[in-house]
């Protein structure tokens, strides 16, 4: 049977390429936070959108970037998902990503030219992210999880409302992105340590990972329950303490976990946890 062609586009291969899923959650996040925890701010109101709009195409543009170089790893780890050279072109993705930056970066930088400044600095690390640092220990974890945080605290970085509160749940966040990197990390030990990549699992082995990963659980833990103290917020407090018992299953099934199927239950749970730290804005 012949092989299929890739070709200059394709809208299912596209809407794969840059996960819609994740950037509707992305949407979901920035308005839960601008509508619930925020004052004065409508569903309609443009700034809210345009830099909705802009997160959503930076990261858009970071998943085509990062698939565009493990395309070599994808066929090893996850063959039957791969987009790049195989359904659309490569040159065509590298449109696609360059595009989405410039259009993200001009449309922050029309918002406030700090927010412009923010996603250049966010567009590049993104690149660096896919390029190198995602082949080193713990470093491209790290600025995925900032990243991811840092969609949350933007909405309070430009509104200049309710820091605490929202940095609080930038720093949720940035916490179980961290923790899902890492066990996405021991998920793909195989096809990393093929291609030569330095990840914590591949460097130290699955159980001293696993140490570091019940260290940051407990730190950040305890350290998002401090922040709730300075808030004297009863939602929050009930929330993070009604989350302990997901955490405990968590570590069981962390402590547990010795195959790929394992692993990638856990990362699932870990979006789960964040959906449901996003959806409890409502109750603001």
């Not at 940035?174 to 923790?179: E, N, P, R």
């Amino acid at each position: 049977m012949t092989q299929q062609l890739p070709k200059n586009f394709s809208f299912p291969g596209f809407v794969k390429l840059i996960r819609v899923q994740n950037l509707l959650i992305i949407v979901l996040t920035q308005y839960l936070t601008a509508l619930y925890l925020l004052e004065g701010i409508g569903i309609l109101n443009l700034e809210l959108f345009l830099l909705s709009l802009s997160t959503v195409f930076l990261a858009a543009a970071g998943y085509i970037i990062n698939d565009y170089y493990d395309v070599k790893i994808d066929y090893i780890n996850k063959p039957e998902k791969v987009i790049v050279g195989k359904v659309i072109k490569r040159r065509v993705v590298l449109f696609w990503h360059t595009f989405l930056n410039f259009a993200a970066i001009i449309i922050g930088a029309f918002l406030d030219w700090k927010i412009g400044a923010i996603h250049f600095a966010s567009a590049f690390m993104l690149w660096l992210y896919s390029n190198q640092l995602k082949r080193l220990p713990f470093v491209g974890n790290f600025i995925v999880a900032v990243l991811t945080g840092l969609s949350i605290s933007i909405i309070s970085l430009y509104f200049g409302q309710k820091p605490v509160l929202v940095h609080t749940f930038g720093l949720f966040a940035f916490a179980i992105s961290l923790i899902r990197e890492i066990i996405k990390d021991m998920e793909d030990w195989k096809g990393d340590a093929d291609f030569g990549c330095k990840t914590l699992p591949i460097i130290w082995g699955i159980r001293k990972t696993k140490l570091v990963l019940y260290v940051l659980i407990s730190l950040f833990y305890f350290l998002i329950f401090y922040m709730t103290q300075f808030l004297e917020n009863d939602i929050l407090y009930f929330y993070f303490s009604g989350l302990t018992l997901f955490v405990i299953y968590f570590i069981h099934k962390l402590s547990q976990a010795d195959t790929i199927k394992h692993y990638h239950f856990l990362s699932n749970f870990c979006k789960v946890i964040m959906l449901s730290g996003i959806l409890s804005m409502l109750f603001f």
